[in-house]
């Protein structure tokens, strides 16, 4: 199975300042990825497709990269609302996988 | 306003079968465009893929757990299910249902997910 690596484990970023999340793949996933941000008590939420593609809704601070086995997700100009544990799920590979996930905390 | 919603029995003991309804309001299951899907995630942990139905009733589900699950659909009803067989402790978590969007020639990504429902194995 491809497996996910996401990285940092957690990271604490103040209002207004850039935070960049990694998530690395076992194996090539193409740009077949999505991001997810999970707050305490609530189910997953899209935030991005096709490793670059913003779901419906999602603000323009969110933005993707990457292809292959390396993508980052940048949150530019961080908001109090943002924080959450994100996580990236590949969907190139069968079976489905998820990274362990990067905890935002706010500053 | 799509909206999915689980429900089924939040204490399963151990060796019986879980069984899980995610209902589906906003849309309809026989939606050409879309699967639907089963994903869990233990307490503190993380997310882990279950399985997918498409209306013809195409199935997928992840390796691990092939042996003892079964997804199944009711488009009369608007609803799919899950059922996971010979559940132990370590089947304790989070299930969640969603919507499953694809490419031609991709897989899944999940938008949107109900709110979960926390299942227990324990006597």
């Known amino acids: 199975e491809t497996v996910m690596t996401q990285s940092p484990d957690s990271l604490s970023v103040s209002p207004g300042e850039r935070a960049t999340l990694s998530c690395r793949a076992s194996?090539?996933?193409?740009?077949?990825l999505a991001w997810y941000r999970q707050k305490p008590g609530q189910a997953p939420r899209l935030l991005i497709y096709?490793?670059?593609t913003r779901a419906t809704g999602v603000p323009a601070r969110f933005s993707g990269s990457g292809s292959g086995a390396e993508f980052t997700l940048t949150i530019s100009g961080l908001q109090s609302e943002d924080f959450g544990v994100y996580y990236c799920?590949?969907?190139?590979?069968?079976?489905?996988?998820f990274g362990g996930g990067t905890k935002v905390e706010i500053k | 306003q799509l909206q999915l919603q689980e429900s089924g029995p939040r204490l399963v003991k151990p060796s019986e079968t879980l069984s899980l309804t995610c209902s589906v309001s906003?849309?309809?299951?026989?939606?050409?465009?879309?699967?639907w899907g089963w994903i869990r995630q233990p307490p503190g942990r993380g997310l882990q893929w279950i399985a997918s139905?498409?209306?013809?009733?195409?199935?997928y589900y992840d390796s691990s757990l092939r042996s003892r699950a079964s997804i199944s659909m009711d488009t009369s009803k608007n609803q799919f299910s899950l059922k996971l067989n010979s559940v132990s402790a370590a089947d304790s978590a989070m299930y969640f249902c969603?919507?499953?969007?694809?490419?031609?020639?991709?897989?899944?990504?999940?938008?949107?997910w109900g709110q979960g429902t926390l299942i227990t194995v324990s006597s």
């Open positions: 799920q590949q969907y190139n590979n069968w079976p489905l996988t």
């Open positions: 194996q090539s996933v193409s740009s077949l």
């Open positions: 096709g490793a670059s």
């Open positions: 906003g849309d309809s299951l026989r939606n050409h465009q879309y699967f």
């Open positions: 139905i498409y209306y013809s009733g195409t199935t």
């Open positions: 969603a919507r499953a969007s694809y490419n031609l020639g991709s897989a899944f990504w999940f938008d949107p």
